[in-house]
Structures are given as C-alpha cells and as structure tokens.
C-alpha cells in the first residue's frame, strides 16, 4: 500500500484570473474528472473533499481564494476558487458549470471557478458515489494524495543507493546531465512495479520506506557502501549439490501470504515465485 503524498499548489505557477480566457455561450456536456478536457470550459458534479482559504495578491490587489480537493468515482482533481460565495464544506457534493480546466506542464491539471462559474448544492445524494477508490489502470495523469494496494511483480536494478545532484536533484553517473557540475550525494530508493488486477505501474519508493521494507537503517548502508573491506561477489564460493529425483511426486499446495517468511517446515517445499508455497509429504528441508 503506497500513499503518494500531498498536492501543494505553491509548488506551481498558477494563471492569473486575467490570463484566462473568457467561456463561450454554448451548452456544454457533463464530464466525469477523469475525462476533463484541459484548456476547456466544463461541466462536472463532484465532492468536496477539502478546502482552505488563503490570501493572494494579483494585478488587483490582496484578495481571498478558495483550494483544495474534488473527486467523484472516477478521479480527483485540485480546484482554485475566486468566488467566496460558493458554500464550500467537506463533503459537500457541488453541481459546477462554466469551471475552466488548466494544465500545468507535467500534464497534470487544476479547475479554476472564476466568476463566469455557476453552482449548486446538491441535497440528498449519496456520498459514496464521490468516493473515488483508485486502481492502476485508472492513473492515466498525474494525480496526488493517492493510495494504490498490490503485488510488486519487479524490482528494477536501478534500485539501492544512487546518486542524486546537490543542486537539481536528478540521478546521476559520473556528472548532472543537466550541467550542474560533479557534487552529489547518496539517497537510497527502490525502483519496482506494483500491479493489481487492471495493470501495472512503475513506482520509486523513497529513503525512509526503503529502510522500513528491506529491515536496514540507512547508515548501515552508507558505511558498507564506504567500506573498503566489503566482500567482492567474485571472492564467494557456490555450493551445488546433485539430487537424484523420482520419475513422479504427488504434490499438494499451501497457500501463504509471503513465501519468503517460511525457512523451514517439515515436508518439501518449492516456490513457484507467487504467492504459494508447493510441499511434498515426507520430506524434510532447510530454506535459505
């Protein structure tokens, strides 16, 4: 289970009120939040499912603004509201027309109420309609705040310590590709990809949840890595040993949740590398 973090508006530039065009009179349809058209004036119904207000300054003077969250069951989208009079409150369901779609570089995208926007409460309605419950398949654009439940299916090699820059933060080899200069520092992360059962996605999980997973605190790992005495692969001695196996074996399964958590039991066991564990009666091994 992967929590992403939280969206924070400050990290982008945000358009000017002015900077916007103005909505055409035209009769627009009702769009789900997974399928907002950027660059558009839309349509949608969704659920408020935060909101702050903060003071900004634009080429009118200080005034106050309205962010935070809507999602409904498809998606969850960051909003910016230059209209006090909406009655925003948590768990509020909004019917919002004439809300313009902007898109930021990364693709990622924001709907901004100004005061050519209409809304209506919403009464009676059911709030888990509005509850958006997120699978692989359905992350097609940049989303924050999300939790992902599945299988890590692969561990990339560019996982374990690498190098970042100082100054621009980007992995690097032997320089910053992005001409920084040579000066860098550890960070420890894994590169995997997670899959449930609509898809699969590529997911870089960072310093501390590494440590948490693989069981190491991170200065053990920088004082290996600096070590001069650290074992060479080259240097390791492989065992092997030769089994003589019968023609057939009745096999019976037993299904575990983590097959690496059994090192020993008292019959054959063989992973298949899933989430089962095969066992033969009357054996008796030691797993490694």
């Known amino acids: 289970m992967i929590d992403s973090g939280t969206f924070q ?3 982008y ?5 002015q900077s916007l065009p103005s909505p055409k009179d035209e009769k627009r349809p009702l769009f789900k939040l997974a399928d907002l058209p950027s660059r558009h004036y839309v349509n949608t119904v969704a659920r408020v499912c935060s909101f702050k207000v903060k003071e900004k300054v634009d080429e009118l ?3 106050k603004v309205y962010s935070g969250i809507l999602q409904d069951h498809t998606f969850k989208t960051p909003y910016l509201c230059h209209k006090l009079s909406l009655p925003f409150e948590t768990n509020t369901v909004l019917s919002i027309y004439s809300a313009y779609v902007y898109e930021f570089h990364d ?4 709907i901004i109420l100004t005061e050519y926007s ?6 009676d309605v ?13 992350i097609r654009k940049p989303v924050w705040d ?3 439940e599945g299988t890590v299916t692969s561990v990339y090699p560019s996982s374990g310590l690498v190098k970042r820059c100082r100054n621009c933060n980007s992995i690097m080899y032997d320089k910053c590709l992005n001409g920084c200069g040579e000066k860098w520092d550890w960070h420890l992360r894994l590169s995997l990809q997670l899959s449930d059962d609509s898809g699969s ?16 605190k991170l200065g053990e790992i920088l004082i290996y890595a600096y070590s001069k005495n650290r074992a060479d692969p080259n240097d390791l001695d492989v065992l092997s040993f030769k089994l003589s196996m019968p023609d057939s074996l009745d096999v019976v399964e037993a299904l575990v949740e983590n097959p690496s958590y059994h090192r020993r039991w008292d019959s054959l066991i063989v992973s298949d590398h899933k989430n089962r564990i095969n066992h033969l009666p009357n054996e008796h091994v030691m797993m490694f």
Request: zero cysteines; hydrophobic letters at 30%.
């Open 107 to 110: 693709k990622s995208q924001i």
């Open 9 to 11: 508006l400050y990290e």
């Open 146 to 148: 999300v939790t992902l």
């Open 126 to 138: 059911n709030l888990f309609d509005y509850i958006w419950t997120p699978r692989i398949e359905e």
């Open 118 to 123: 209409g809304e209506r409460q919403l009464r």
């Open 201 to 216: 996605i590529k997911t870089v999980i960072g310093e501390y949840w590494t440590t948490q997973l693989i069981d190491r």
């Open 13 to 17: 530039r945000l358009p000017t009120r």
């Open 61 to 63: 003077g200080p005034k």
